[in-house]
């Protein structure tokens, strides 16, 4: 059993987008995905606390595991720039969301046969709806790993902002490689309302006022998800489970970039 590195991973994963971008007919919505890891330790105990009570330990998918990966695959500006009109998402939109899915399931898939053939097993989980939809929470939440894992921080339009921003579809796994600790984010927090800065943007676009400064009405959110998909005639042919809005993602201070890390530079 040979070492591996993060590195290697990071390469691995910016190959395969590139190749999948020129395979769709659509050409693609991607940047350059972005990854962290964590080893497994004391950090992943609390997400039954913060995330579900039943939420998944680590371990729970694979016992020999040592390592979470957390990746994020960044939608291209002008897709997030044509989703930002309108108080209904855009036909684009709906197919991103699918083919981003799909993208980070054979990501996935891919990077645990990489890591097979190097002698280390790994576990993987849906980039989607895995969740309880009473308590709209999933039991392996991908934005919770990948806040641990330090890949990004949650924004009050709870959507989790990485250095290249919140416009985007998360994805994890566990592996037995010990990959160590390999942060991307150098912030306590990416929010400038969470900083006590002028913004709330999200909070004025979301069109059915789910999203206020310190609460989250997740009902209120998942039932507009629900009411784009039986009411738009132009995601009639995608699956029933494109549950797609993205208003509090269109062009935000957020959309592409860590707007407090941009904020300490400038002070600096």
């Known amino acids: ?58 371990h729970d998918l694979l016992r020999s595991a040592r390592s979470v990966v957390a990746i994020f695959i960044p939608f291209e500006p002008d897709l997030i720039e044509e989703n930002k009109d309108g108080e209904r998402p855009c036909r684009n939109w709906g197919l991103a969301y699918v083919e981003t899915n799909n993208l980070i399931n054979g990501l996935s898939q891919s990077l645990e ?64 490689a010990d990959l160590g600790d390999n942060a991307v984010m150098d912030t306590d927090e990416a929010c400038l309302l969470k900083v006590g800065r002028k913004c709330g943007k999200c909070i004025d676009a979301c069109p059915v006022d789910a999203l206020e400064a ?18 738009l005639d132009y995601f009639s042919d995608l699956p029933k489970s494109t549950h797609v809005c993205g208003k509090c993602a ?14 300490y530079a400038n002070v600096e």
């Open 214 to 231: 310190k609460s989250f009405q997740s009902r209120r959110c998942w039932n507009r998800l629900n009411e784009n998909r039986d009411l």
């Open 113 to 176: 046969s990489f890591l097979g053939k190097k002698g280390f097993k790994s576990a993987l989980t849906p980039a989607t709806h895995n969740f309880n939809e009473e308590k709209l929470m999933a039991r392996w939440s991908h934005k919770h790993l990948a806040h641990l894992s330090n890949l990004g921080r949650f924004g009050t339009h709870n959507m989790l902002i990485t250095p290249v921003g919140c416009a985007g579809r998360l994805g994890s796994f566990v592996t037995e």
């Open 1 to 58: 059993m040979g070492k591996i590195y993060v590195e290697d991973l990071r390469s691995f994963a910016e190959e395969y987008v590139l190749a999948e971008q020129s395979r769709l007919e659509s050409g693609g919505w991607w940047q350059t995905p972005m990854l962290s890891s964590a080893p497994i330790d004391h950090r992943f105990d609390i997400l039954p606390r913060v995330a579900i009570d039943d939420h998944l330990h680590p």
């Open 250 to 263: 269109a062009i935000m201070p957020c959309s592409f970039g860590n707007p407090v890390a941009k904020l």
